[in-house]
């Protein structure tokens, strides 16, 4: 190591610390605008700077990034900062693996078969396998592309004619699948829209119907995407009833739990995903509920063998090792492959299944605690009983958007609004295990505190907006 | 911060402190087998661990992970350790943004905007803008992507049906190619291998042949993909000429420069990609040659907007300010994505546009003396002239692949072996900026030492394994 290095390294870890401070004083970073930063910071590259310079806009940089590991960020499906999910993190990017043999990552391809095996016994697939993702869109499109080579084997060659394929979900399911769709070629318009029920989750009467009509009109249905955790209410659609109607129809079925898998450690929820082990493909985001840095996100498959069978290609001067369970590179949709793994494994190793359950657990108790805190409070209007961690509410007569808004502008939370039922609802999510009730109830102080000179909205949106 | 973070992150620095004395003195770990590391390390998750037994694991699979980031790393086409793009590295992984809109990424998405349009710039995009993709795979394919829904513009709604489309690309372009004309749904079989010259270009007039047949034959070509450095030779497809091809026949062009883009950083040898500017979109890895950690990948686009085009989805809990040209989620692939561009900003910034130009330079010198090393030496046979910055050879009468074993075995280089031409050759990757003469010296040293016992062979390999 070289004098310089060891001293940059230091000057580093001096910056971190002084972020750690400034999130602990002020866990909202002062609010800019993209002109403001543009004209103060020197971004521009080109000239090569010193490294005084650097590190001096480096700490000015961080200074004005948004907290996303404070106990006021409740604006993301992620919060927080785990000790030993962020260890990991370091660590794999100082040691800069490619995950895709075992020659070039070595006991890393096997930390990570470790594991996605895990996980996927976890989730019912005692026989399965999986594999790291860069997040859960793109782990989702790997279950859209396994069930489509499912159901048409010579289209991975040969493209695919004929009938459209169509696929189903919920009306509150995930955009990555009309975007996947999009992108594998199937046409956005053929993931059909499932009605849900009043707590927000598909019913499988209406998704029997929708199918059954696109068979009778000539259309080929080959998937059905359960949510397992929807973005804004949290909801759990009925995978075992689903999972009866993919009976019926011979169709696959894809759990999408980027954020509903971690209850798979909870004793007291995990029956929120009962008949996960019928489906054939799961995506599971331990970014989100447990609080390992982006991205962490695994595509699980009940059946070993079906990623390699999707996405193996020859390359001789890479792939030399064909024997071996750990060419990992032959079952991705990557080449060159981040170290994704070793997080969530320190993460793990840390807390352990128990310790992992716990904080499942405790993240449902705070949304129930807040959930209580909003019926309470006369201000405050309930939008639906939490399904999971999450809790959507309105300030009485206020603009859910400039509530938002001037929370953020006063450097009191960041919480974002979304949309329940053709109204527009504070979203506030509880996803970080080092927040507790007093977090909670400062949240809603700054609420009605903020909402005393916000703007007046019944909050009804119209239609397209939704 | 609290006492047991602190403490955490103080051992985790003495951890990579270790480390780097390590690769210092032994820059090869010890070889294992996957048996021998599963029976010796505790990988297996489920019961927590204190910090005293993890940080020993911790440090145990550090010292058994192939080391990447030293001078004996010749395996693939990133090596090295770039301080600020480690540093930045640390500090994005610390922060936890994700990148899809200003409010909860905020300067670290202009930081995204002003690297992109800066390469955008560099391969002649005046006008243009690109985006961070998880690995220059998935870069190929959203270039890919965003030509066919240039061709069909109804397709990304409705699906492609009709004329099977076709697209073009080198007999040595990167395996991803097929493997995403698989998940687009295009066919693996429609991508054209098109032949190559001597010294392993594309030949546009069998390019050109190659796409009149097809049309002849009622396909569909939509796209030609030209490669700026193939993955064995670093050959350099003549850009120009194939751009010349594309405008005859109104196909769009997409390069893949993941190794060569960074070439457009040389006044002496950014000639290479003469002709890039008339292309569509362009992918490149600031991974590779440029040495910042993985995944450094851009997909870089002629035209603003067109990733917006293909992209942009509905989601209004997260896209709340259309008008922003920060809301870089709605061109992306992904939801959810971590900040890969910090630390190519960072190491930029420390070096300049000059510095890292002779970079380059540096590596291209590098492949340079080691052909003359190899053409002086009797015992070793030059399988071509280097392009650019790998050199295949061979050992006269020794198999190339029982070479490369015994040096990894015995401890002394990572390095792989390829096909050229029906022969299996050593390829010497040169892309670690750190290294100079005296290291490809030690290498060659290695190499003869090994050869003395290593197999014999004539490389010849059989057509299929090519």
Same mark, same amino acid.
């Given at each position: 190591?070289?004098?310089?290095?060891?001293?940059?390294?230091?000057?580093?870890?001096?910056?971190?610390?002084?972020?750690?401070?400034?999130?602990?004083?002020?866990?909202?970073?002062?609010?800019?605008?993209?002109?403001?930063?543009?004209?103060?910071?020197?971004?521009?590259?080109?000239?090569?700077?010193?490294?005084?310079?650097?590190?001096?806009?480096?700490?000015?940089?961080?200074?004005?990034?948004?907290?996303?590991?404070?106990?006021?960020?409740?604006?993301?499906?992620?919060?927080?900062?785990?000790?030993?999910?962020?260890?990991?993190?370091?660590?794999?990017?100082?040691?800069?693996?490619?995950?895709?043999?075992?020659?070039?990552?070595?006991?890393?391809?096997?930390?990570?078969?470790?594991?996605?095996?895990?996980?996927?016994?976890?989730?019912?697939?005692?026989?399965?396998?999986?594999?790291?993702?860069?997040?859960?869109?793109?782990?989702?499109?790997?279950?859209? !592309?396994?069930?489509?080579?499912?159901?048409?084997?010579?289209?991975?060659?040969?493209?695919?004619?004929?009938?459209?394929?169509?696929?189903?979900?919920?009306? &509150?399911?995930?955009?990555?699948?009309?975007?996947?769709?999009?992108?594998?070629?199937?046409?956005?318009?053929?993931?059909?829209?499932?009605?849900?029920?009043?707590?927000?989750?598909?019913?499988?009467?209406?998704?029997?119907?929708?199918?059954?009509?696109?068979?009778?009109?000539?259309?080929?249905?080959?998937?059905?995407?359960?949510?397992?955790?929807?973005?804004?209410?949290?909801?759990?659609?009925? !995978?075992?009833?689903?999972?009866?109607?993919?009976?019926?129809?011979?169709?696959?079925?894809?759990?999408?739990?980027? %954020?509903?898998?971690?209850?798979?450690?909870?004793?007291?929820?995990?029956?929120?995903?009962?008949?996960?082990?019928?489906?054939?493909?799961?995506?599971?985001?331990?970014?989100?509920?447990?609080?390992?840095?982006?991205?962490?996100?695994?595509?699980?498959?009940?059946?070993?063998?079906?990623?390699?069978?999707?996405?193996?290609?020859?390359?001789?001067?890479?792939?030399?090792?064909?024997?071996?369970?750990?060419?990992?590179?032959?079952?991705?949709? &990557?080449?060159?492959?981040?170290?994704?793994?070793?997080?969530?494994?320190?993460?793990?190793?840390?807390?352990?299944?128990?310790?992992?359950?716990?904080?499942?657990?405790?993240?449902?108790?705070?949304?129930?605690?807040?959930?209580?805190?909003?019926?309470?409070?006369?201000?405050?209007?309930?939008?639906?009983?939490?399904?999971?961690?999450?809790?959507?509410?309105?300030?009485?007569?206020?603009?859910?958007?400039?509530?938002?808004?001037?929370?953020? %502008?006063?450097?009191?939370?960041?919480?974002?609004?979304?949309?329940?039922?053709?109204?527009?609802?504070?979203?506030?999510?509880?996803?970080?295990?080092?927040?507790?009730?007093?977090?909670?109830?400062?949240?809603?102080?700054?609420?009605?505190?903020?909402?005393?000179?916000?703007? &007046?909205?019944?909050?009804? !949106?119209?239609?397209?907006?939704?």
């Amino acid at each position: 190591m070289s004098k310089s290095t060891d001293e940059r390294l230091r000057r580093t870890f001096e910056l971190l610390q002084a972020q750690l401070r400034r999130e602990s004083e002020e866990p909202v970073a002062p609010v800019e605008s993209a002109e403001e930063l543009l004209a103060r910071l020197d971004l521009r590259v080109g000239e090569a700077v010193d490294d005084e310079r650097l590190f001096a806009t480096l700490d000015a940089l961080v200074a004005a990034t948004p907290r996303t590991t404070t106990r006021r960020f409740f604006n993301q499906l992620f919060s927080g900062r785990d000790d030993f999910g962020v260890i990991g993190e370091l660590i794999a990017s100082f040691l800069n693996s490619s995950m895709y043999t075992f020659k070039a990552a070595g006991p890393q391809v096997i930390v990570e078969r470790e594991v996605t095996r895990r996980m996927a016994e976890l989730v019912g697939f005692d026989q399965g396998e999986g594999l790291f993702v860069p997040g859960g869109s793109l782990s989702n499109m790997v279950g859209m !592309i396994l069930a489509r080579n499912a159901h048409r084997p010579e289209g991975r060659n040969e493209g695919f004619h004929g009938a459209p394929l169509t696929l189903y979900a919920s009306r &509150q399911s995930h955009y990555s699948l009309p975007k996947n769709a999009g992108m594998m070629g199937l046409g956005r318009d053929n993931v059909r829209e499932v009605d849900i029920d009043s707590e927000g989750c598909m019913r499988p009467d209406a998704l029997r119907e929708r199918i059954q009509a696109d068979r009778e009109a000539g259309l080929d249905p080959f998937l059905i995407v359960a949510t397992a955790g929807t973005t804004v209410l949290g909801a759990f659609d009925p !995978i075992d009833a689903i999972a009866d109607v993919a009976e019926e129809f011979g169709l696959r079925l894809h759990v999408d739990g980027a %954020l509903g898998g971690s209850v798979s450690f909870s004793a007291r929820h995990r029956g929120m995903l009962a008949g996960s082990d019928r489906a054939d493909s799961f995506t599971w985001n331990a970014h989100k509920m447990l609080g390992v840095p982006l991205a962490a996100s695994v595509i699980l498959t009940k059946r070993r063998g079906e990623l390699h069978g999707s996405f193996d290609e020859q390359a001789s001067y890479l792939f030399q090792d064909a024997a071996s369970q750990y060419e990992h590179g032959t079952m991705s949709i &990557q080449c060159g492959r981040r170290n994704d793994a070793l997080k969530f494994w320190a993460s793990w190793k840390s807390h352990g299944d128990a310790g992992l359950g716990a904080r499942v657990d405790h993240l449902f108790d705070l949304a129930r605690y807040a959930a209580a805190r909003v019926e309470s409070d006369d201000a405050l209007v309930l939008s639906k009983d939490p399904s999971s961690v999450t809790v959507c509410f309105e300030v009485r007569g206020r603009s859910s958007e400039d509530v938002c808004e001037r929370l953020r %502008l006063e450097g009191r939370d960041l919480v974002g609004y979304g949309v329940v039922d053709g109204r527009r609802v504070v979203r506030l999510a509880l996803v970080n295990g080092a927040m507790d009730r007093a977090d909670v109830d400062a949240f809603f102080d700054d609420v009605l505190a903020v909402a005393a000179h916000s703007e &007046q909205s019944d909050n009804a !949106i119209e239609a397209a907006a939704e």
